[in-house]
């Protein structure tokens, strides 16, 4: 018989989101005359901006010719895509990258799973806590680490806490790690990296010989200036850090699937025998054999969210979310409630009032005040005793939620 993959079996619990949307459904079925408003999951609910929806449109009309016709296309994506990318969201940021550095992907979340293929079981891994729960959980699938303890935490992972009391920013480890994730601005706190802060991860994993798995999927949510939109504004980065980024919640694709990967040419590693060999290589290469790219249509679209016509309507839907954000921020903060993030992303980060555990909460929020959030022990063992709610809803549903919270929790 065959045998399975154990390391499955050393995960916890199940996926967070389809826990949340079981207990939803279980609700809703009970309950059929409640409205639940869904602050959950950090899915889109605006339309795709018109200039996108056209250039979708356009190129399925260009499978329908043969002149036109495109069958499979380059794994790495369109040429012409990558140099949108780089010369309308890299450039203004004083960032070079070639053609040859940029992948276009099927999304974030694959990306940060399937990078783990082109690094050795033996590295170490250090990651936040609370954290994306896919960064965590991959590691364990592929084999990399031990049985969890009670605080879930794995054996074989260098875990980072991010709590109040050190302003959600992680501590450097001072043992060695090998490879380091990075998410800003941060799911689920909202937090923020400086341009101090990431020089001091650069400098620690250029010290170490590790590699900085960077995750700027909500880089078009920054409001403040000063805040960098990419690893790569800060010198040195390009020689130890790979970035991810999404169109998922910056042009409403998280139906649609897009996303791209950087991958620096002089970025390198250890072979065995202790050669230094090039990730850029290794990615493609992983990429060519397990990936036949994201679709023509597709990349039509994502490259007209750039457009002259397609990025101020993008931006437009970027605003409204971030108002929703705003609406949450200011009305929890109003009822009593400390809140976190919301102003640089699209997720508010509170704590439970008096402290109740996450899932309690949630609970209470759900059965009470008809509100769907997500419990931040969902996230780590550092998330107990905080709550995410998202800001991708409907303006009218985002205050209707704001006001029952407030009327059940405010002082």
């Known amino acids: 018989m065959a045998r399975i993959n154990d390391s499955y079996l050393k995960l916890q619990a199940g996926y967070l989101f389809p826990e949340i949307g079981r207990r939803v459904k279980a609700f809703s079925d009970a309950n059929p005359e409640a409205k639940v408003i869904r602050l959950g999951i950090g899915d889109v609910t605006r339309p795709l901006a018109p200039a996108v929806l056209k250039a979708f449109h356009e190129g399925v009309d260009d499978l329908a010719k043969s002149d036109t016709f495109h069958g499979y296309g380059p794994e790495q994506g369109y040429d012409w895509l990558s140099q949108i990318i780089i010369d309308k969201s890299y450039k203004p940021l004083g960032v070079d990258l070639k053609i040859s550095e940029v992948f276009i992907s099927d999304g974030s979340k694959c990306d ?9 079981l033996g590295n170490k891994v250090a990651i936040c806590d609370p954290v994306y729960p896919v960064y965590n959980d991959t590691n364990v699938m592929i084999g990399r ?18 709590t109040g009391a050190n302003d959600f920013t992680p501590e450097i480890p001072k043992e060695k790690v090998d490879v380091i994730y990075l998410c800003y601005p941060n799911n689920p706190t909202g937090a923020v990296a400086t341009r101090e802060v990431l020089k001091q991860w650069v400098d620690y994993a250029r010290a170490n010989d590790a590699v900085i798995l960077f995750d700027a999927a909500y880089e078009a949510f920054i409001t403040e200036p000063a805040i960098p939109h990419s690893i790569y504004e800060v010198e040195g980065a390009r020689e130890c850090a790979i970035e991810f980024r999404s169109f998922s919640k910056t042009a409403g694709f998280t139906g649609v699937r897009c996303g791209l990967v950087i991958v620096p040419e002089e970025l390198t590693g250890t072979t065995a025998d202790g050669k230094s060999y090039s990730f850029n290589k290794l990615w493609n290469r992983r990429q060519t054999t397990k990936f036949n790219g994201v679709s023509y249509p597709v990349q039509k679209a994502a490259a007209a969210v750039y457009s002259d016509e397609g990025w101020p309507q993008v931006r437009e839907t970027i605003d409204y979310y971030m108002a929703n954000a705003r609406i949450i921020r200011e009305g929890l903060t109003a009822a009593g409630i400390s809140c976190y993030g919301g102003v640089n992303a699209p997720y508010i980060w509170l704590e439970t009032p008096d402290r109740i555990s996450s899932w309690d909460f949630f609970d209470k929020l759900l059965n009470e005040c008809h509100v769907v959030g997500t419990p931040g022990s969902g996230f780590g063992h550092s998330g107990e005793g905080y709550f995410r709610l998202s800001a991708f809803g409907d303006k009218k549903n985002v205050e209707t939620a704001v006001q029952r919270i407030k009327d059940k929790w405010g002082k």
């Open 112 to 120: 940060c799973a399937n990078i783990l293929d082109i690094f050795d």
């Open 145 to 162: 680490t031990g049985a969890a303890n009670q605080q879930g935490y794995y054996e074989g992972i260098h875990y980072m806490p991010c």
